[in-house]
């Protein structure tokens, strides 16, 4: 690629077991790229099935990155992130023209493409408190005080997830406003151009492709895995769908198959939450899920010249 040109990320994003992942194989066949994931359950080595890691098919027919590249009981943070996908983005240009980030983190793919919101200083307490809260009162709790305080941000948040919850009360609680007003703020500039497409289907068949996705994940062998890390629990990687309700099932009297029943349930609602948080991007650009990658490319490249020289 030429020094003056401007490479292009290519990000594919839409609700989980939509069929991101070999989407993005093809689209860096296609364009003989390279591929950053922003799903940000997938940068743990310890978890692999619970996360639908790409497979080794997958792995193999393109490069990837962030994948399994830290421990759960690393410190990593979006803003790491940031940093990282940006600095690897700068050499992976020098090479390509187009790369390819894929995920449904949306705040990882806003991180990378948007850049990070500022957002206040807090002091430790409020954060201490929050968390004996959640220790006391349990993460229902913290639910309840954000969907009164910022039902914005209450219609979007992962409300399985108490470090999130916490990050949002803690803003509030310091500044006296809602975690919504600190986000969406002036993108920084970035030295590449951004396309985004979403795959999306009807919501009955995201449903069913979830529910299916998670009885292949207990066949799998999920329940050895979480049982493998349950001396990692407390750790923020571990409170997540699918390994959470694992957890509960082994340190409580929750049958195996009522705990199942409620992965597919929260993995429902966190699909919901993906599309609320997509869907206020009009940059992207949908399709549904079965529409062939060709057929992608080419609606993709009437639209972007950089697309069409590439």
């Known amino acids: 690629m030429s020094a003056n040109s401007q490479g292009v990320l290519l990000c594919v994003v839409g609700p989980t077991a939509i069929g991101k992942t070999a989407l993005a194989v093809q689209l860096a066949q296609h364009f003989n790229t390279e591929i950053i994931s922003a799903d940000s359950r997938q940068f743990f080595k310890e ?107 209450y219609s979007e948040v992962d409300l399985q997830n108490p470090h999130r919850l916490i990050r949002a009360l803690e803003v509030i609680q310091q500044t006296g406003k809602t975690f919504s007003s600190f986000r969406n703020q002036q993108p920084k500039q970035r030295a590449f151009k951004t396309i985004k497409l979403g795959l999306t289907a009807e919501r009955e068949l995201i449903y069913d492709r979830i529910n299916r996705r998670v009885d292949i994940m207990i066949q799998e062998g999920l329940l050895q895995e979480v049982k493998g890390l349950l001396s990692f629990k407390d750790l923020n990687a571990l409170q997540t769908v699918g390994y959470r309700e694992l957890i509960g099932h082994l340190e409580t009297d929750t049958p195996l198959q009522d705990a199942i029943d409620a992965i597919k349930q929260n993995t429902r609602r966190f699909a919901k939450r993906q599309l609320t948080w997509f869907r206020k991007d009009p940059q992207i650009q949908w399709f549904d899920y079965q529409t062939p990658t060709a057929e992608i490319v080419s609606a993709l490249a009437a639209q972007h010249k950089e697309l069409q020289r590439s």
């Open 47 to 153: 978890m692999c099935i619970g996360t639908a890691v790409p497979s080794p098919e997958e792995l193999a027919a393109a490069p990837h990155h962030f994948i399994q590249h830290l421990s759960i009981t690393d410190s990593y943070s979006v803003g790491d992130f940031e940093r990282d996908a940006i600095a690897l983005l700068d050499e992976l240009f020098k090479e390509h023209p187009v790369v390819v980030l894929v995920g449904g983190s949306g705040l990882y793919v806003d991180a990378v493409t948007k850049g990070l919101d500022e957002f206040p200083e807090i002091a430790p307490g409020v954060r201490d408190a929050l968390n004996q809260q959640l220790k006391n009162e349990g993460i229902a709790s913290l639910q309840d005080e954000l969907q009164q305080k910022d039902p914005e941000y």
